[in-house]
């Protein structure tokens, strides 16, 4: 009866032995077969694809995938895609060996990854993609940073301060310095790094990567490649960079003032949310200030490596106690207020108060801009027109008890203010009827003849103008304008007029189109702006080369507008 009980006992544990033995047979086998597999698609007789070097102890990653210029990133994290890698290696000629998760790889998506990789992991790595890639060959060799010629070989692991401008440098270009090496490619986070508009605050040169200022999402896995000859033979030399940003470090004072005691146990303190935490990173220093009979002020600093999100929450509390009693003080550190849309709104609002100054500046003066632009052009708007005259002068013939005695009359201003202004002063060149062209010939055809020697007609409106025998010149010089393009006219409203109902279509059409400056001045003043706007209308006579001096000139007639 205790013999049954026995067996009975230990039937159970024999059938588990059983199955875990039918177990690993079952697994020997299914290995096996994925690497007889591999040996029947003739992986055996491929090429390598691709061949890379990493240093011994760095981080490295290998992607399955075939080679590709244009690629623009060097692994896909997704299951999906790890579900379907299959990795294999092969050292010297030692069997194939299938790739699973050990202590120092990793495999992630469709990337193979090594942290940190060794020189034992030296060889040949085979990859399959069922249905895209049957067999992808890669070489890896590993070696030490005294075999790779490194020098001062940049830290793999880097802390950026957040907000301030930083460099992150290419580990690997310190390394082979007897090889020419040619521009780096960066990926962080499996895709490459270009530069980009959106991000006109990072910027890649040779074989670094700048960024200013860094912000959190700089962050993450870079990975850096470049192509390097040894012999005839490519290798792609690739080497990883973890960045990590932190925040900015931060001081905390407590200024305790101690009144004068014999003998006190005076102390202060910092805590976080009201508790003292042993492991709390919270550098504290104290200064001790004597001040005689007064007492002692204690200055109780806590330094932090950097502000986290954990300290934004949190509640920093100063205790301060002595024989006498205790006191406390509390800070509590906020979010900075993101300023970029005010300094946006500020910088639009300036912009735009600067553009209505200039509006405002150019309104007021263009006339004169306008003139001392002209005055300097390279060009002479008079050489080689066949033309006599700049402008020829059109005005109502007045007896002299016809004026008024306190106004110029139209006569006067024809002949003796218009000549001394334009001929003795800006220098063009009047005809004048009476002045100019003999007499014998009919006065019609005097008229036209001297019009089409003038590349300007100066008509001097009035009632007596309007009214009278000369407005023929007005309509003759209208339709000596029609014909010769060159020919402009510039009417002055010397006193106000109707116009008659009699007048030619042709001269109401001109007095409502063509530019009018209206003359607004006794005997004894003449307004300035009458005469530039004179000089505008005028033809560009003048020629300047813009050289030293003259360019100062301009710039200092400009300035005279301004400060006027």
């Not at 960045?243 to 470090?249: L, N, Q, R, Y």
């Not at 500020?346 to 553009?355: K, N, Y």
């Not at 006339?367 to 390279?378: C, T």
């Not at 309007?466 to 510039?490: M, R, T, Y």
Request: charged content about 25%; overall charge positive; proline content about 4%.
């Amino acid at each position: 009866m205790i013999l049954k009980e026995n067996i009975s006992e230990y039937q159970p544990k024999l059938i588990k032995k059983i199955l875990l033995t039918l177990c690993w047979i079952l697994a020997l086998f299914v290995k096996g077969a994925e690497v007889r597999e591999v040996n029947f698609l003739g992986c055996s007789h491929v090429e390598p694809k691709i061949r890379y070097r990493a240093i011994s102890g760095e981080e490295f990653v290998l992607q399955c995938a075939l080679p590709d210029r244009d690629a623009t990133h060097i692994y896909n994290n997704s299951l999906l895609k790890q579900r379907t890698v299959k990795w294999f290696w092969q050292r010297d000629k030692e069997p194939l060996k299938a790739i699973k998760e050990s202590s120092n790889s990793a495999l992630q998506g469709d990337a193979l990854w090594f942290k940190p990789v060794r020189d034992s992991d030296s060889g040949v790595f085979i990859c399959m993609i069922w249905g895209k890639i049957p067999c992808l060959k890669i070489v890896l060799e590993v070696q030490t940073k005294k075999l790779a010629k490194c020098s001062g070989y940049d830290t793999s692991t880097l802390y950026l301060l957040a907000g301030n401008g930083n460099s992150i440098t290419c580990p690997g270009t310190k390394c082979y310095s007897h090889i020419k090496k040619p521009d780096v490619k960066w990926y962080k986070d499996g895709h490459q790094i270009k530069e980009k508009k959106t991000r006109k605050s990072l910027k890649l040169k040779q074989n670094e990567i700048y960024v200013n200022p860094t912000y959190d999402k700089d962050a993450g896995i870079y990975v850096c490649d470049y192509v390097l000859y040894d012999n005839t033979t490519k290798w792609t030399m690739r080497t990883t960079v973890t960045v990590e940003v932190i925040g900015k470090p931060l001081e905390l004072e407590c200024r305790v003032q101690f009144g004068f005691e014999r003998a006190s146990l005076m102390r202060v303190t910092w805590k976080r949310n009201n508790k003292e935490n042993v492991n709390e990173k919270l550098n504290q220093e104290t200064s001790v200030y004597p001040e005689g009979l007064r007492g002692h002020t204690i200055l109780h600093v806590a330094k932090l490596k950097e502000v986290t999100e954990r300290d934004l929450g949190s509640n920093f509390t100063c205790f301060a106690e002595n024989s006498v009693g205790k006191a406390t003080a509390v800070i509590q550190l906020k979010r900075k207020q993101r300023v970029f849309l005010l300094r946006v709104l500020c910088s639009a609002i300036s912009v735009l108060f600067a553009l209505l100054l200039c509006t405002a500046f150019i309104y007021q003066h263009w006339i004169e801009i306008v003139l001392m632009y002209r005055s300097y052009l390279v060009r002479n708007e008079t050489a080689g027109d066949g033309k006599e005259f700049d402008a020829f002068v059109s005005y109502a013939k007045l007896d002299c008890s016809e004026s008024d005695s306190t106004l110029i009359s139209e006569e006067k201003f024809a002949l003796e203010l218009l000549p001394d202004m334009l001929e003795n002063k800006y220098g063009y060149k009047l005809c004048i009827l009476e002045r100019d062209i003999l007499p014998g010939g009919a006065y019609t055809d005097e008229v036209v003849t001297a019009i089409k020697q003038s590349r300007r007609v100066i008509i001097i409106l009035s009632p007596a103008y309007i009214s009278g025998p000369s407005i023929f010149e007005l309509q003759a010089a209208v339709n000596c304008a029609l014909e010769d393009k060159k020919i402009k006219l510039v009417l002055i409203k010397f006193q106000a007029f109707q116009e008659p109902e009699t007048l030619h279509p042709v001269v109401k059409k001109a007095l409502r189109i063509l530019p009018v400056i209206t003359w607004k001045s006794s005997v004894s003043a003449a307004p300035n702006k009458f005469w530039k706007y004179m000089c505008y209308h005028m033809p560009v006579k003048t020629t300047k080369m813009l050289g030293n001096w003259s360019l100062k000139d301009f710039f200092l007639r400009l300035l005279s507008l301004v400060y006027r």
